[in-house]
């Protein structure tokens, strides 16, 4: 019985986040046409950066070792440091986090292979993109994503977001939109919701998770959006590497009373 009661109370709350969801865009949208917001109004133009190992010849990049990235460059010097030391510090805890450019970070990548080459004859990769998701008046976000594969079973994906604050030229952090104190307020409603898409009982174990302590919590790695802050849980993050990503939405109106207000995403809760 407590089974069934569970799944009940997990299915309630997937059904509202469900209806949140799709009504969405009719609470959303007469504030994104306010005066105030208009789009793209910081200019930038994507550009690409490649690099090949040496003994690439003229073999596709399929064949080859190689590493690519992709990313825009804005008219506002401050966002672009952002964006590039996120592309540079992406994979930092598979072995990269020394580099402190784009360009010294490949050097590094085609070295390991080069050194690696001898022995294996596999092509390595590393592909980087940072690509704009919105942008209005006060507030710019983007993702910036990757791949790397640096030999047998060294490989894998990665995604952080940039929520930037147009006007202060800085980046977003969760204290900068949250009231004070709220921060277990929030971590509480995202564990509802995480159970809710888990179907778990309110009370069952996460020890099959990575959580510390087997405890939810938050992570930083989250994006601004018209109808709600997401959270990305990385691959190895919380769960094994096969498992994936894991995506947890929080809808503005289960947080609206934890928001600061007069922030860059108070035209997204009204």
Partial sequence: MKKSIATIKASL??????????????????????????????KYKYQE????????????????????????????PELNGEVQARMVSLFQFHGFGKARSMEQLADDFLAIY???????????????????????????TLQVSGEQFSGKGHGGSMITFVNWNNKTKQPLALEDILKDN?????????????????????????KDYFFDHDKFQLNENFLITPIGLRFLYNQQEIKPAAAGQTD???????????????????????
């Fill in 114 to 140: 080069k050194a690696d080459s001898s022995q294996n004859k596999l092509s390595y990769l590393l592909h980087i993109n940072a690509r704009v998701i919105t942008q209005d008046s006060s507030l710019t």
């Fill in 49 to 76: 950066y490649t690099q090949k190992a040496g003994d690439c010849g003229k073999r596709a990049d399929s064949s080859c070792s190689n590493v690519r990235f992709s990313y825009p460059e804005f008219d506002q």
């Fill in 13 to 42: 709350v997937t059904g509202t986040l469900a209806l949140l969801m799709l009504s969405a865009c009719k609470w959303r949208h007469p504030n994104l046409t306010h005066a105030a917001i208009t789009r793209d109004t910081l």
């Fill in 248 to 270: 947890l939405l929080i809808p503005y109106p289960f947080i609206r009373e934890l928001l600061k207000p007069n922030t860059v995403i108070a035209q997204y809760h009204p």
């Fill in 182 to 206: 709220s921060a277990d307020r929030l971590n509480a409603v995202a564990e509802k919701l995480f159970r809710a898409r888990e179907n778990l009982a309110d009370t069952a174990s996460l």
